[in-house]
């Protein structure tokens, strides 16, 4: 599955996630003001907004992996998309530590998608939280439904994390979400609009990413945001843009990703965050190589491709046995292609089982966790008629 196309279409979005460090953009969000001696970091970026923050007396890095944090800091794991007891353990200590807050400090919160499940306070039981949880996301509800669910089983969600508070709170979001509401991302435990005094910046926006995207591939940025269920998006997608709108008469395209000789084609950047329900019988992959599967249908026979990746790197589910994908690069002989290895790519999409069908001919794309959670971008080329 190795083309022009692909390569450039994989080092523009290398080059992006680079440009996009939480911690350069944590950094110049604080300015030069003293450190904090309280402060904690959640979600997929945690890290990263942790190393923007620096040194602390005291700070909590809540994650999906283990890593390496600044003096001060202590790193706890949490459970991602579904929270576990250690999510709860990590809540919990979160809760101490905001709650041991002098009325006269500012502690500062960095929260990034995947919060919400990494770092929990059940008002009831888990097992109620997580059943409630993993019903919502099998209908194919927006991160926004969701994370309403979430908040009304929740201690700290929702602005509860920072009442619990003395002192005043920065909150520092990097966003997953879709028009970037920071009230959403990682359920807001930290935005109460009632505590005027407490700060709120929006470092990182999924919009900002794909722009930057766009930007280095010459490429036309689709608006608004992907939204709705996948096979939806799909058909919105595929409808194709004129490229002669794109970059004018079309002479020899600037921005046409294939570098042998000169070609007739357009560029288009697309994002947002797709919905996708899940059926019992499930198979293996997210709605990133889901999306990418129901566009190698609709590419068939063409000479269009796509690369749809989750910003995160993280398109799952995967079996523990092999990485997992952020998801795959599809053409015009995808389809065909596995059909040729005995793979009935039709059935893998009613399943939801497009990773191990995209696997068998090379299409996935593994970058391992990003440290970044910007949502889904969808870089599609489109030949000029």
Known sequence: MESPIRCDFERAFTDALRAADPAARVTVARGDGPRP??????????????????PVERGIVVAPVAGDAPEGWHVMVGSHPIPDERSVVAGRAVLALVSGASPDEEVVVAISGGASALCEVPRGSLHE????????????????????????????????????CPGR????????VVGD??????????????????????????????????????????????????RSVAD?????????????AC??????????????????????????????????????????????FRFRGTRRAALV????????????SRPTPAGAFVDGETWEAMLAVGVDPARALERRDAGPALD????????????????DVVLLYEPCP
């Not at 843009?241 to 004018?248: F, I, K, R, S």
């Not at 046409?256 to 070609?263: I, L, R, T």
């Not at 990746?309 to 523990?320: C, I, L, Y």
């Not at 068998?360 to 949502?375: E, M, R, W």
């Open 309 to 320: 990746v989750g910003s995160d790197g993280m398109d799952g589910p995967t079996p523990a």
């Open 129 to 164: 939280l997580v059943a409630h949880t993993r019903a919502v996301m099998a209908s194919g509800a927006s991160i926004a439904e969701l994370n309403r669910v979430r908040t009304s089983l929740s201690r700290i969600k929702g602005g509860q994390l920072a009442r619990a």
């Open 37 to 54: 001696r309280l402060a904690v970091a959640l979600g997929k970026a945690a890290f990263a907004m942790a190393r923007g923050i620096g």
């Open 251 to 296: 002479p020899a395209c600037p921005a046409c990703p294939v570098g042998a000789e000169p070609a007739r084609a357009s560029v288009s950047v697309a994002y947002g965050e797709p919905t996708l329900m899940v059926p019992a019988d499930a198979g293996e992959g997210g709605r990133a190589q889901q999306l990418a599967l129901e566009l190698a």
């Open 236 to 248: 919105q997608l595929s409808q194709g843009a004129d490229p002669c709108d794109t970059h004018g």
């Open 181 to 230: 509401e920071v009230a959403v991302v990682g359920s807001g435990p930290t935005v109460a609009p009632e505590r005027s005094a407490d700060r709120t910046i929006l470092v990182a926006s999924i919009r900002g990413f794909a722009a930057d995207l766009a930007e280095r591939l010459g490429a036309r940025l689709i608006e608004p945001p992907l939204t709705g269920d996948v």
């Open 360 to 375: 068998a001919i090379g299409a996935l794309v593994v970058t391992g966790p990003t440290g970044i959670n910007h949502a």
């Open 169 to 176: 709170i920065l909150t520092l979001v990097a966003s997953d």
